[in-house]
């Protein structure tokens, strides 16, 4: 379980009147009396909506935290003179602020990103000095855009102390030594994160197409990596090594990829493009989408889900339980008549908190969800068995069977272990029941475990860091992360020796597949979603550039050379670089069905290329640097900074525009000799 600080616990009450906690700091004690203040205000958009979720940083430290539902804020421990205040969200232009002495409220206007920079509004409060703040009650509000939920008003009193950020702590310091070809390490760096679980992750190698021209892996449309290195750098660290999963930073974005025909059989389509690699010259960079076919809402199945909510002691925090009540608030609100949910609850016990309730009962709903407190342990296993057995009772047959579970992933009482929990959600996964998994906090994230769960019971992972990733999630993304139009699916790229001597999928580590478990059908693969796209990227070595292999082969030829009927059985494949074979079943089949699709022709210039290859090399090199990749070549921060500005393209909801700002925040954050490239 998390232990907060208790310096820096807001009482829940606080919550009751609309301001969410600190954000928790390491240790370094200042009295707020002395040293410090508090800071109080209100964010809101050019036309005075409140901006939820916006962060609020100390410029210069990792004092920070976050705006709720109605764009008011509290910051304490600031300097009670010269601070710097810095506003980010996404779609808006971040803003520098200088706070004004005096202790009137501070409220901002952040300008939405046309890619100009905008001017900072700053206006103070015109309530007098000393008068009463406006309660909760009376204040109005404007139209919501969240829900927010409000626990009873707690009358404990602020501490009267804060913690900063402790810069005498020693550096923890980790590296990969199986570099190919070997680079210089990069400076020692603290690793963030502390009481969090990541998967280890070792980098994929290059391999030589001579002997190993097969590459196959389960499709993978986690975007949870993303989410959680932006609250990283948000909060002014820069994210552990294994928590940076380069594939699902670039499935964070969709791109522009040509969907399956209306009358095409195949809910899937492959399309492929090769360009110039921005990090290493004479190699290039084949990426490979996919994207599912789009249905409209009013035309999805009838959805049966099940809300399986983690209510242990752990989950008590503003960015937890609290976050977790608005994102499902926000879900419940896009469900119709013929849907149904079910809402169950678990910590020391598991119980059934709503039957599961028609769509168009959706105040019965909203009032089970306000009713869901913290407290107590966790009894992961038999809340995961309860919410099966809930949706088993109610199944639909032609319809999307889900159960979706909302927790940190700290199971830690009752039947509960791993080997248990993954054999039940196989089990439950071939009867048609899938797995959505939700991830929230800090401290005590088990990343790796909630990652694991929603693989095994084919369903996506999300981590919330604030409520527009909720919203992005449950609303924007409805369909996509609750309904399922292929399961199971796998993708085989064979490489042709005749062009390229060595290849390397970036990222996937975790979602290898043996060659031939491709054409069996019994071994399991990832989902696809209504209207998902995926990505791969492949980092390739071309025939005649030098190869990054250990040593040349002796007994295997590594170039195309003509006559040699076992690398080309005519002359036209020559001009194929590689075939994408994908694989993948109905969601109620058991049978896989075969496609197939070549990439042929010769790699554009980087800058020649698309805007979204543009973009996705930009993704990738930026997970590179964030994960100190033995195999970043020449990357640097500018160069992704200058690929993701040319690959913007119309970005109308301000995703992409954020990268910019999270890799500018990065390149701030990394230590001298972090920011240039090493070949």
């Known amino acids: 379980m998390k232990k907060l600080l208790p310096a820096l616990l807001l009482p829940l009450g606080l919550l009751a009147v609309g301001y969410p906690a600190v954000a928790q700091q390491p240790k370094s004690i200042v009295p707020v009396s002395a040293a410090t203040r508090t800071l109080t205000g209100r964010v809101t958009d050019s036309k005075g909506q409140g901006l939820p979720g916006v962060t609020v940083l100390l410029k210069g430290t990792r004092l920070s935290t976050s705006t709720n539902a109605d764009g008011r804020y509290v910051l304490a421990g600031l300097p009670a003179q010269g601070a710097r205040l810095l506003f980010s969200f996404v779609g808006f232009t971040t803003q520098e602020v200088a706070v004004p002495a005096g202790s009137a409220p501070l409220n901002v206007v952040l300008r939405a990103d046309n890619k100009t920079l905008s001017e900072v509004v700053v206006s103070r409060s015109t309530r007098a000095a000393g008068a009463p703040r406006p309660s909760a009650k009376s204040r109005p509000l404007p139209a919501p855009r969240i829900l927010f939920t409000r626990p009873q008003v707690s009358t404990q009193a602020m501490p009267d102390q804060v913690e900063l950020a402790d810069q005498s702590a020693p550096p923890q310091v980790e590296y990969y030594t199986n570099a190919t070809p070997p680079v210089a390490a990069y400076p020692a760096r603290a690793e963030a994160g502390a009481g969090d679980t990541y998967a280890k992750i070792k980098e994929n190698a290059f391999h030589p197409v001579g002997n190993e021209p097969l590459s196959t892996f389960s499709l993978d449309v986690d975007n949870a990596s993303y989410s959680n290195v932006r609250r990283f750098l948000n909060e002014g660290q820069l994210p552990p090594r294994d928590a940076v999963r380069v594939e699902e930073m670039l499935n964070y974005f969709r791109y522009e990829l040509p969907a399956p025909a209306a009358n095409a059989a195949a809910p899937v389509r492959i399309s492929a493009e090769l360009s110039d690699c921005p990090w290493a010259a004479g190699h290039q960079l084949a990426r490979i989408g996919i994207q599912a076919k789009k249905i409209e809402t009013a035309s999805l199945p009838p959805a049966n889900l099940v809300f399986l909510v983690d209510v242990s002691g752990s989950m008590m925090d503003a960015d937890r339980l609290p976050l977790i009540r608005s994102g499902l608030k926000l879900l419940v609100r896009q469900l119709r008549p013929q849907d149904h949910v079910a809402l169950v609850a678990y910590a020391g016990a598991a119980g059934l908190v709503l039957p599961p309730t028609a769509g168009s009962q959706q105040n019965t709903i909203l009032e089970a969800i306000d009713r869901l407190e913290a407290g107590g342990s966790t009894a992961g296993g038999a809340g995961l068995r309860l919410a099966y057995s809930t949706a088993q009772q109610h199944f639909k047959k032609e319809g999307n069977n889900r159960v979706i579970l909302a927790s940190d992933g700290d199971f830690n009482v009752g039947e509960s272990s791993d080997a248990a929990m993954e054999q039940l959600i196989v089990n439950q996964r071939e009867t048609g029941v899938f797995l959505t998994v939700l991830g929230v906090g800090r401290g005590n994230l088990h990343d790796s475990r909630m990652e694991l769960l929603a693989d095994k019971g084919n369903g996506n992972y999300a981590y919330l860091d604030n409520l527009d990733e909720a919203r992005r999630t449950l609303v924007a993304q409805f369909g996509g992360t609750l309904f399922t139009v292929a399961k199971d699916v796998k993708l085989q790229v064979e490489f042709n020796p005749a062009r390229v001597a060595s290849y390397r999928l970036i990222g996937y580590e975790n979602r290898l597949l043996a060659n031939e478990d491709?054409?069996?059908?019994?071994?399991?693969?990832?989902?696809?979603?209504?209207?998902?796209?995926?990505?791969?990227?492949?980092?390739?070595?071309?025939?005649?550039?030098?190869?990054?292999?250990?040593?040349?082969?002796?007994?295997?030829?590594?170039?195309?050379?003509?006559?040699?009927?076992?690398?080309?059985?005519?002359?036209?494949?020559?001009?194929?670089?590689?075939?994408?074979?994908?694989?993948?079943?109905?969601?109620?089949?058991?049978?896989?069905?075969?496609?197939?699709?070549?990439?042929?022709?010769?790699?554009?210039?980087?800058?020649?290329?698309?805007?979204?290859?543009?973009?996705?090399?930009?993704?990738?090199?930026?997970?590179?640097?964030?994960?100190?990749?033995?195999?970043?070549?020449?990357?640097?921060?500018?160069?992704?900074?200058?690929?993701?500005?040319?690959?913007?393209?119309?970005?109308?909801?301000?995703?992409?525009?954020?990268?910019?700002?999270?890799?500018?925040?990065?390149?701030g954050l990394a230590p001298a000799g972090q920011t240039v490239g090493v070949r």
């Open 518 to 667: 491709f054409n069996n059908d019994r071994k399991d693969a990832g989902e696809l979603g209504a209207g998902h796209t995926v990505t791969a990227l492949y980092e390739i070595v071309p025939t005649g550039a030098a190869s990054p292999l250990v040593d040349k082969l002796k007994y295997q030829p590594t170039t195309y050379q003509p006559g040699q009927d076992v690398l080309a059985r005519s002359a036209s494949l020559t001009t194929e670089v590689l075939t994408v074979k994908l694989r993948y079943k109905e969601p109620q089949g058991s049978t896989s069905q075969l496609l197939a699709q070549p990439l042929a022709g010769a790699a554009l210039p980087i800058s020649q290329a698309s805007v979204d290859q543009q973009f996705a090399a930009a993704v990738a090199e930026f997970g590179l640097l964030l994960r100190q990749s033995e195999q970043r070549g020449t990357a640097t921060y500018a160069s992704a900074t200058q690929l993701a500005q040319a690959g913007r393209g119309p970005d109308a909801d301000g995703y992409r525009a954020e990268l910019l700002r999270l890799v500018q925040l990065a390149e």
